[in-house]
């Protein structure tokens, strides 16, 4: 805005230069004064006036037609620049540049093609730029040839109003959606009236029907702008953008507020290295919760703005720790601007906005993948009518995969300037690499049957990464955790002073292995608590994420995940003292199932040495099938008899 202010100034000055009256001049003059005050209906009779009265004042023409595309009146745009855009006009090439650019952000390619070839190579500084357009509307004809299907709703009333809305963002279970809305904003309208600013509004899902979106409050919001919000995947984190705060770094910090109870807790500065005193915003945390994506104008990036992550740790209250800021690198940036970054809840799929690279014209929409090697694929347009000549940007993708949200302002002609709509995802057309469902359950003390704040991992079997990792919430003991819908996984519930929860589930089915029903949600326990008992003598946990070769006792890497999380609870709790107690079904001699499982408890237990657990603080003993916790006439309960526990013998 402050570029197109000046250059409006700028054209005033000039207009002293082409004989304009003085009394023209004022007008002129004050005109530009009421645009800049937003005040469009008292400019525009004096900018009408001057150009019927004076025909070759074409600066009055260009802030008209400015005027015009800033009240959406697109037609009025174009008419008044093709009436100036003739050879025997003044600065004829300056107008014939600013219509064809005006048939460009309008998505007319043709006409605007057209106008750019008017364009002759001797005027050097506009050639050049009207064959960079050129190409840029070539393109754009290009990808309009192979449409991509485009099934979309508005959402609505509950979510959107008279004022724009955008920035949509929402939870793995989809019962909490957020998004910025620019109060007394009407389309049309300057962005700088009296009472104009931003807030961030939280909606909530009941009877399959998005509420009436709310205000989230003043512990986030202020007199001031607060935008670009994302709520993390188990709704307990918002993170957003807010400027000029006392305390920030820079012109706009990103900031972040923790769910708790029915509130939100005071807003917190990320700090450095995510604030820099440059430019940033747009952040959206990893399921994982240890990558923050977010955009910045920072030095040492690959051009204007890009595409950064940085390292982020959740403590035990839930506060975070950032570290390692990382640019994205050329694969996903260009020297043009790239902006809101969304990392989808398989936590391998990344969907922004960039201008820099093959597209629709401004900021368009793009995917990109984890190549498995470190790095990212080649980024791919999210195709027309998806983009378009307009900046798409604030693109969000629910967890399972099949339904998108983003914010426009061209998909209806209904006056209401920017609203959020509801895309449905085709197969094949850009989906995320996974499908991801969702858990829910509740934390409790075992004890006292008190809510409580955890820390929640779910893992890979297979792969031993974090699949998601975040905390309960401290007032209620919820929590929203993201997991495979197509693999094995682990889960572990852990606070320090208790014993921490495992189990292992198959993402194609409930807890139960029957079959999988047709749903986004899977169940972790059989009442979807979990109860943490506290650390005390003769306590035992039975470690389901601990896997042996058949009839052998060789540890199979998808139990390591399991036991880098003993020796981390070890470490937790310095003083405890462990017996590792092996397990097995019937089947065989009690010699030999009394070795396998006294050599299986020992390969768990060197593997904790080897983690640095002192052996001073480690027993292990093998029980053969004497001690079933199961019928062993099934193979079910035979599998629960093969097992392998932690005894607590010493606190």
């Known amino acids: 805005m402050k570029r197109i202010i000046i250059a409006i100034l700028l054209s005033a000055l000039c207009a002293t230069m082409w004989g304009q009256s003085k009394k023209d001049i004022k007008t002129y003059e004050t005109a530009v004064i009421h ?36 009240m959406c009146d697109n037609e009025k745009q ?43 190579t001797t005027e ?18 290009e990808i309009k040839k192979e449409p991509v299907p485009f099934n979309f709703r508005n959402m609505g009333n509950a979510i959107n109003t008279e004022f724009d809305e955008y920035w949509p963002s929402l939870t793995a279970d989809e019962g909490y959606f957020s998004l910025t809305r620019k109060l007394n904003k009407r389309q049309g309208q ?10 961030i509004y939280l909606s909530k899902r009941g009877d399959g029907n998005w509420g009436t979106a709310q205000n989230v409050g003043q512990s986030i919001n202020t007199i001031s702008n607060e935008g670009a919000q994302s709520i993390s995947l188990d709704g307990r984190y918002m993170f957003f953008v807010a400027c000029n705060r006392q305390g920030g770094l820079g012109s706009c910090d990103i900031y972040y507020s923790i769910h708790e109870g029915n509130g939100w807790s005071p807003a917190i500065n990320c700090g450095t290295p995510v604030n820099t005193r440059y430019w940033e915003t747009s952040p959206s945390l990893s399921p994982t919760g240890d990558k923050l994506y977010f955009a910045s104008n920072r030095p040492n990036g690959q051009g204007n703005s890009d595409i950064w992550t940085c390292d982020v740790q959740i403590q035990a209250d839930g506060r975070l720790k ?39 014209g401004r900021q368009d929409i793009y995917v990109t993948y984890k190549d498995g090697k470190g790095g990212w694929t080649t980024p791919k347009n999210m195709g027309y009518p998806i983009n378009t000549c307009k900046d798409e940007t604030g693109f969000v993708v629910n967890a399972y995969g099949d339904k998108a949200y983003f914010s426009s302002d061209g998909q209806e002609k209904n006056w209401k300037g920017r609203e959020i709509y509801e895309l449905t995802l085709a197969e094949g057309n850009h989906r995320p690499a996974k499908k991801m469902k969702f858990a829910t359950g509740k934390i409790l003390d075992a004890d006292k049957k008190q809510p409580m704040q955890a820390t929640i991992d779910v893992y890979g079997t297979t792969s031993n990464r974090t699949i998601f990792r975040s905390v309960s919430d401290k007032t209620s003991g919820e929590f929203i955790a993201c997991v495979p819908s197509d693999e094995e996984y682990g889960v572990n519930v852990s606070k320090k002073g208790y014993l921490f929860f495992s ?12 079959p999988a029903k047709s749903t ?34 060789t540890l199979k ?95």
């Open 190 to 199: 300057s962005d700088f009236g009296q009472g104009i600013h931003e807030d």
């Open 520 to 553: 986004k949600k899977v169940d972790l326990t059989k009442d979807s608590n979990v109860q943490l008992e506290k650390i005390e003598v003769g306590k035992k946990i039975t470690l389901k994420n601990i896997f042996f070769d058949f009839d052998k006792s």
């Open 322 to 360: 950032f570290s390692n800021p990382t640019n994205l690198g050329p694969t996903i940036n260009t020297k043009e601007d790239e902006l809101s970054p969304f990392i989808h809840a398989d936590n391998q799929t990344l969907y922004y906005s960039s201008k820099g690279r093959k597209g629709m």
């Open 78 to 120: 174009i008419a008044t620049l093709a009436n100036i855009a003739k050879p025997k006009m003044p600065r004829y090439y300056n107008s014939l540049m600013r219509l064809a650019e005006a048939y460009h952000s309008q998505c007319d390619y043709d006409n605007a093609i057209k106008t750019y070839q008017l364009i002759p």
């Open 557 to 651: 890497k998808a139990s390591f995940f399991e036991l880098n999380r003993v020796a981390q609870f070890m470490r937790e709790n310095p003083t405890v003292k462990i017996r590792l107690c092996g397990h097995t079904d019937y089947k065989g001699t009690k010699e030999y199932n009394m070795t396998l499982s006294n050599d299986r408890a020992k390969a768990a237990y060197e593997y904790l040495i080897k983690k640095g657990v002192p052996p001073t603080r480690l027993e292990y003993k093998g029980f053969g099938a004497e001690q079933p916790i199961a019928d062993n006439k099934t193979d079910e309960g035979r599998a629960l008899n093969r097992r392998t526990e932690i005894l607590i013998i010493a606190k």
């Open 503 to 514: 189990d292992n589930f198959n993402g194609t089915s409930q807890g139960d292995k029957t």
């Open 124 to 141: 050097t500084t506009y050639y050049k730029r009207a064959q960079f357009a050129i190409k840029e509307c070539e393109d754009a004809l």
């Open 35 to 70: 645009m800049n005050e937003g005040k469009y209906k008292e400019a525009l009779p004096l900018l009408k006036g001057l150009v019927s009265s004076n025909k070759e004042f074409v600066d009055a023409s260009w802030t008209l037609a400015e005027l015009y595309a800033r």
